[in-house]
Structure formats: C-alpha cells, structure tokens
C-alpha cells in the first residue's frame, strides 16, 4: 500500500528550527519527485518545495528560499525538509506529495499541487513566542 507519511512538527519560537520528515512506503521514492504544501488557516495550499529524481535538484517557494533545504535520504526511503529562521508565517499543515510519475522531475507547474497524485495527512507547525 502506497503511503506518505509526514512527521516532525510542532511549536517552535521564531527564529527556531524544525525538520519535518515524509517517509514513503509502497514505493521506492527516489525514482519519483516529491514536494512539500503547507496551508495555513483560511489561507489556500502553498507549494514549498520540490526535489527532482535524476540530480536531486531542488525548487523552492520565493517565501523560504534560503530558510528551507529539501532533501532525501534513499536508505531511509525519506524525503526531509529542513526549516530555519522559521517566523510566524510558516505557521501551517505541511503535506508531502507525489505525482508518483516514474523518472519525471518537478513538473513546470509543481507548486500548484493539481499534479500530485498522492498526499500525506500533514504535519502541524506551530511558530510562535
């Protein structure tokens, strides 16, 4: 059974740090793209972020460029989003998600979400004082 699992939320003061993690199972996630969503309460669904299958290249939102690192861990079967100077914007559910497309990298429009085929439940963080 395919599955994303996210973890690593919680509450943490501004300027904090969290890494959230998106353990795959049912499928071998390297071969795929991943992308991390965030929304927030009353606001709509946020691409984050994304991690390529063939050179592990990696898009980010302009709202955490320099903040947030995506990466995998293939032994792990896990894809990490590491989050820095996090501020109380970054407050909201983070879904990982796949399109689970075989060998196809971040589509164009991957921050849209309509492309990903398989989502997390989420993962709440929480920023601040």
């Known amino acids: 059974q395919l599955q994303l699992v996210e973890s690593g939320g919680g509450l943490v003061q501004p300027g904090g740090s969290l890494r959230l993690s998106c353990a795959a199972s049912?499928?071998?996630?390297?071969?795929?793209?991943i992308a991390w969503f965030r929304q927030a309460p009353g606001k709509e669904r946020e691409g984050v972020s994304c991690?390529?299958?063939?050179?592990?290249?990696?898009h980010y939102a302009d709202s955490v460029q320099g903040r947030f690192t995506i990466s995998r861990n293939n032994a792990k079967n896990t894809v990490y989003l590491q989050m820095n100077s996090l501020k109380p914007e970054d407050t909201a559910v983070y879904y990982c998600?796949?399109?689970?497309?075989?060998?196809?990298?971040?589509?164009?429009?991957?921050?849209?979400?309509?492309?990903?085929?398989?989502w997390g439940k989420g993962t709440l963080v929480t920023v601040s004082s």
């Open positions: 998600a796949t399109e689970l497309a075989y060998g196809r990298n971040c589509p164009f429009q991957w921050a849209a979400g309509y492309s990903m085929d398989y």
């Open positions: 049912g499928f071998t996630s390297e071969y795929y793209a």
């Open positions: 991690i390529d299958t063939s050179d592990s290249s990696t």
